[in-house]
């Protein structure tokens, strides 16, 4: 048996969570019957469409409409306009750099605690050793640390560091979060994956370091991507961490950003320029969900149903 | 497959009689393996959660007061001064303001867990009737969770604005984000908006390893809607669900984002205890704000606590893990016969 059988086997095993999905599908499919039944649920299902879309439909129209008609509730913006994004971009607010601080912040947490995390996990998901449990529970703990206690310590020790706006500041107290989920999420679904095919590449003559490499990492490839996609959106909402650490807008992330946005009279918040700011930061990830809508729901629910 | 060439020290075969102290030694070669693993984990945990939490402690024993420093001048020194920080708490004005805190951050807990819980479970229940569109409901589903707590504070604050379209659809006159009810009632909406999504894919995530054979044998006996729901569905998505209020409850307990955003700080009937002891940090008083800190700490270990070992959840699949290490060596000993 070759990698390459080893890959093709474990490509079979990984189809199979798809088709049970389909299998699902399929065994409730009693044709639907048109009765007022079958209408209900699709008044149900225009509800549930309308909960979670309207206010964000509601922030998107809201910053295409021009400053004069900010009050307007027609459901299209009346003169269509790019005005409130010109002045977010016009470089008073400094909103793209907050857009790239964010990217690097978000980005860099996620890597070290990918980094961590696949370590980590391979060890609790394949390795036999006391206290296993334990750890884990531990490093789940965690992640359930309210941010506040570690801003609060973290605030204190970074101004005598002389960290206070440099972005290590926000990535190092984000990792506080950023690795229980990625260790978590990671040893889901390595322990998903077949012990059996490691166990094979070691019967023929792997190391343990070799079986890692070659046969669980390219397996565990889908998974470490899932986790990446779930850490960098947590990463790129966090706000408590870069609101506390940072007081240069220079380095200021997204979230914060906009959460400062004033407008030139102190009566007058700049609400169509903070709708269209709220819809940048929003809308690389809601891309991201839809384009990996299967992959996040299956990171997001493998921790809590088995 | 026992004739291996260079068997790695792992899988070696071993004789019957050998069996318990080759595993032993297995064990304590894995053990090593994983602690090489797990360090870099552990120690960047260690220090970014078990140092600020010690530091804390520390620092929530002292407190900034104005006096003479070693030299005699006026300056701002730290003294020790006890629990004095936590005494506080229950008297005076900054009692009244913690108490405050803590009953805000209880109400809102609360209230926002079970409101997420009953729609969540509603939009579960309606998600596994619906086959056409379903992917296409998942992914709208995912859109107020993407949505960073920051950007959705912003977003109600302005549906709630006085001349804002909440007003406008409902004729009514409120102004939500000022202070009183109101507002509370603003923050509990945006955060139900936000989180009951999420409850409703985990539990829609429970409800689909349940075999329909399951609700066929039920409808063969007669069971109607209501008696499929509770006897079939509820008590099999009950760990699940377990689960996600665990997790959102512990959430809810931090809450800082969506008041501070969308009511703004410092405002009574919003002050959650995250808020109060930020703001306490802001104003230089560390000794305060970090004994805010580690009574929420505490409050959300005792939760957890609650949840885990009063109500039986199980956040880690432990009892999972040892069936797989249990499997993983029967599987080993079966090998070597």
């Known amino acids: 048996m070759t990698l390459s059988d080893l890959r093709n086997a474990a490509a079979d095993s990984g189809a199979a969570p798809q088709a049970t999905d389909a299998a699902v599908g399929r065994s409730a499919k009693a044709k639907p019957k048109r009765t007022w039944r079958s209408y209900s649920v699709y008044l149900g299902l225009a509800l549930i469409f309308a909960y979670c879309l309207a206010p964000f439909y509601w922030m998107l129209v809201s910053s295409l409409r021009r400053t004069a008609d900010i009050f307007d509730n027609t459901l299209l913006p009346a003169p269509f306009s790019l005005e409130n994004y010109a002045k977010v971009f016009d470089?008073?607010?400094?909103?793209?750099?907050?857009?790239?601080?964010?990217?690097?912040?978000?980005?860099?947490?996620?890597?070290?605690?990918?980094?961590?995390?696949?370590?980590?996990?391979?060890?609790?998901?394949?390795?036999?050793?006391?206290?296993?449990?334990?750890?884990?529970?531990?490093?789940?703990?965690?992640?359930?640390?309210?941010?506040?206690?570690?801003?609060?310590?973290?605030?204190?020790?970074?101004?005598?560091?002389?960290?206070?706006?440099?972005?290590?500041?926000?990535?190092?107290?984000?990792?506080?979060?950023a690795i229980p989920l990625a260790v978590w999420n990671l040893t889901t679904f390595m322990k998903a994956l077949p012990f059996d095919l490691e166990e094979a590449a070691m019967i023929d003559g792997c190391t343990k370091w070799q079986a890692f490499r070659r046969v669980l990492l390219p397996l565990a490839a889908p998974g470490v991507f899932t986790t990446a996609i779930l850490t960098f959106i947590h990463s790129w909402n966090e706000f408590i961490i870069a609101l506390s650490m940072i007081n240069d807008p220079k380095i200021q992330t997204a979230t914060v950003a906009i959460s400062k946005f004033t407008g030139a009279t102190e009566f007058q918040a700049p609400f169509g320029e903070q709708m269209a700011a709220g819809v940048i930061v929003t809308v690389p990830l809601v891309i991201m969900v839809l384009v990996f809508q299967r992959r996040i729901v299956e990171g997001l629910t493998a921790g809590a149903s088995k | 497959m026992t004739t291996t060439t260079a068997p790695p020290a792992g899988v070696q075969p071993a004789p019957d009689s050998a069996k318990p102290r080759k595993r032993a030694k297995r064990t304590a070669g894995e053990g090593r393996m994983a602690a090489l693993l797990l360090s870099p984990t552990i120690l960047v945990l260690a220090l970014v959660i078990l140092y600020p939490l010690l530091a804390a402690v520390h620092q929530s024993l002292y407190r900034a007061e104005t006096g003479l420093d070693a030299d005699g001048f006026v300056a701002d020194v730290e003294s020790f001064v006890g629990l004095a920080n936590y005494a506080d708490m229950f008297v005076g004005e900054s009692g009244r303001r913690f108490l405050n805190a803590l009953g805000n951050t209880t109400f809102f807990t609360l209230t926002t867990v079970f409101l997420e819980t009953v729609l969540g479970l509603c939009l579960a229940l309606a998600m596994n009737r619906a086959f056409r569109g379903r992917s296409f409901l998942r992914a709208s589903i995912l859109v107020p969770w993407a949505v960073p707590t920051a950007v959705s504070g912003l977003l109600w604050r302005w549906i709630f604005q006085s001349d804002g379209i909440a007003n406008t659809l409902m004729g009514s006159e409120i102004l939500w984000t000022a202070e009183g009810n109101a507002s509370r009632a603003a923050v509990i909406i945006a955060e139900v908006w936000k989180t009951a999504p999420f409850i409703g894919l985990l539990v829609l995530a429970g409800m689909q390893v349940i075999p329909g054979e399951v609700y066929e044998a039920a409808k063969i006996d007669g069971a109607g809607w209501w008696r499929q729901l509770g006897s079939i569905t509820l008590p099999l998505v009950k760990p699940t669900l377990l689960v996600a209020v665990l997790f959102r409850m512990l959430d809810a307990l931090r809450m800082f984002d969506l008041p501070f955003v969308l009511i703004g700080p410092g405002k009574e009937s919003v002050e959650t205890l995250s808020m109060l002891a930020w703001d306490e940090s802001n104003q230089l008083r560390y000794g305060s704000a970090s004994a805010f800190a580690v009574v929420l700490f505490l409050y959300v270990a005792v939760v957890a606590i609650v949840f885990v070992k009063v109500l039986g959840a199980d956040v880690t699949g432990a009892k999972e893990l040892k069936l797989i290490s249990k499997k993983n060596r029967q599987k080993k000993a079966e090998a070597t016969r």
């Open chain 1, 91 to 177: 470089g008073s607010t400094m909103f793209g750099q907050a857009l790239l601080n964010s990217l690097v912040v978000a980005g860099t947490t996620t890597v070290f605690a990918l980094l961590l995390g696949v370590f980590a996990a391979y060890a609790i998901s394949r390795l036999n050793f006391r206290f296993k449990s334990l750890i884990l529970g531990v490093i789940i703990a965690t992640s359930m640390f309210p941010g506040i206690s570690v801003v609060v310590p973290l605030l204190r020790l970074f101004t005598d560091l002389g960290w206070i706006n440099t972005y290590q500041a926000m990535i190092v107290p984000s990792l506080s979060f």
